[in-house]
């Protein structure tokens, strides 16, 4: 893919090389240590990076779903990659492994969504197409639920900011159809948003519905697959978009978008009977006694002091599992998982090695509410007052422009990505601030409210798909990943031997 170039950059960064040093003024490296550096960058391959993108994306990992042993399968291929290059097991018990107690539910075939529209003295039915007008809810209960549909807003009931979208509906034995998010935005008023903010999960929804005796739900959300959200035996639930919601407003003399428009605008609920029928079945099995794993390696550093800090470069190795057909995850996030393994082997090759420890990290569980990282965290297996920084992978592989998240909020941080990336790899590489007060959907959050400098770095400039089986290897960049592993390696060679870093103030 990328041979030609590889050849020609090699011979321009080695003529770079006799006219002027490869570090900053001020930075220590000899000019042999130069080469040696170089050489390693070049050895990370588009061809390479690639190839694991399509491991991880085949049937034999059945879309990853954390809890699975098809998750295993692949959180094990990865560990033999770390260990195959000498790189040491920063897991539990000496292994390469974190493991932690994790709930997960399998969706099989035979889920449908069918709408009851009568015709006289006869019903007919209309069954909804999988992925473009609904996806079963990832962690929906099995079973069959037909009844009346209410819509209550974005389900919601906050009594000390007085509103409640069940006031005045009954919706005990009916199917609800709800919202997702809340009705303020954290960007338009960060200080109100952070009062709903507690109703803006999907667990919440989800069990506040059931509280209200709901037999079921429709969520306007996608319709796209998603493992984040509870589980309670029988309450049966599934994914919609645009399509089913107008069928369900049609007759109403509401339109949707203009009843959606007035609860953001006065905050006040407009929740009603929608007068139709349907009919919710899916097919699922639920393992309360689960498990999930971290995959965990570190690259010792080589300075007798820094070695006791550590830079942390990581991706969540999870997807979506089967719902009920396979989500690859190609993009979301084997381009991250395999970016990641691109600079940990060649930094493991590298005969210079960073005077500070580096760790790879592959959290399991970011699909199923950011858990993995947050298991992380709660359990570090390296001291986080000796953490310097986080670095995140996440949708890495579709396009040509870099986008690092909270590269705004560290302008310390970032300079050493944006050094790198004027030095040798020329990219349209662009920081962004992140005010994150939302509910966590990158691990780099996770990290951000423990206090760690972290960034999170996404590409975008091709088309891509979020959460659906369309996410596959065809869609992938090859050559950016390979830039933006040659570019980390040489930002985190750089960081690791700096004689000082707090990026925390």
């Known amino acids: 893919m990328k041979s030609h170039r590889f050849f020609i950059c090699f011979i321009l960064s080695v003529i770079f090389l006799i006219g002027r040093p490869l570090w900053p003024q001020g930075t220590t490296g000899s000019s042999s240590d130069e080469l040696k550096i170089l050489q390693a960058m070049h050895g990370i391959s588009s061809h390479k990076l690639a190839d694991y993108v399509k491991e991880l994306t085949s049937e034999k990992y059945g879309g990853r779903l ?11 291929w990865v560990a033999s990659l770390l260990k195959s290059w000498g790189l040491s097991p920063g897991g539990d018990n000496g292994s390469y492994f974190q493991t932690y107690p994790l709930a997960y539910t399998l969706v099989y075939p035979g889920c449908e969504l069918i709408l009851h529209l009568p015709a006289g003295k006869e019903t007919i039915k209309k069954y909804y197409r999988y992925e473009s007008e609904f996806i079963p809810g990832a962690t929906s209960a099995s079973g069959e639920a037909t009844a009346e549909v209410v819509y209550v807003g974005y389900g919601v009931t906050a009594p000390e900011l007085g509103y409640d979208d069940y006031a005045g509906v009954d919706v005990r034995g009916k199917i609800v ?8 935005s954290p960007d338009r008023d960060p200080e109100l948003f952070l009062k ?12 506040n519905a059931f509280k209200h005796a709901a037999k079921g739900m429709i969520y306007n959300y996608g319709p796209i697959c998603n493992p984040n959200n509870a589980y309670i035996e029988g309450f049966i639930y599934s994914h919609v978009g645009e399509a089913v919601v107008n069928d369900l407003f049609t007759g109403t003399g509401k339109r949707h978008e203009d009843v959606v428009r007035s609860i953001e605008k006065n905050l006040k609920p407009q929740s009603f009977p929608l007068g139709k029928t349907v009919t919710i079945k899916n097919v699922t099995r639920h393992f309360p006694d689960g498990t999930g794993e971290n995959v965990i390696a570190i690259l010792p550093g080589s300075d007798p002091t820094l070695k006791e800090e550590l830079i942390i470069l990581g991706a969540h190795l999870d997807h979506l599992g089967r719902c009920w057909e396979l989500m690859p995850g190609a993009n979301d996030n084997a381009s991250g998982v395999a970016v990641v393994l691109g600079v940990a082997e060649a930094m493991a090759k590298c005969q210079v090695k960073p005077a500070r420890s580096v760790m790879f990290l592959f959290f399991g569980s970011e699909e199923q509410g950011v858990f993995g990282s947050e298991y992380y965290l709660e359990h570090p297996t390296w001291p986080l007052e000796k953490t310097v920084c986080f670095l995140n992978l996440d949708g890495v592989g579709c396009g040509d422009r870099i986008s690092g998240l909270s590269g705004k909020n560290f302008p310390a941080l970032w300079e050493f990505i944006d050094q790198a990336n004027n030095r040798y790899i020329h990219r349209v590489v662009t920081p962004q601030a992140f005010a ?39 869609t992938i960049t090859p050559e950016i990943l390979e830039d933006l592993a040659q570019l980390l390696f040489i930002a985190i060679l750089d960081m690791a031997d700096e004689a000082l870093l707090n990026f925390k103030n």
């Open 177 to 184: 159809l709800m919202e997702r998010e809340v009705p303020v």
């Open 436 to 474: 994150n007060l939302a509910r966590p959907r990158l691990d780099a959050a996770r990290f951000l409210w423990k206090g760690i400098p972290s960034l999170s770095f996404s590409v975008s400039g091709a088309p891509s798909y979020y959460h659906i089986t369309k996410d596959s290897f065809e």
């Open 196 to 207: 709903w903010r507690p109703y803006s999960f999907h667990q919440y929804k989800l069990e």
């Open 66 to 76: 954390t809890g699975t042993d098809e998750y295993k399968a692949c959180a094990a």
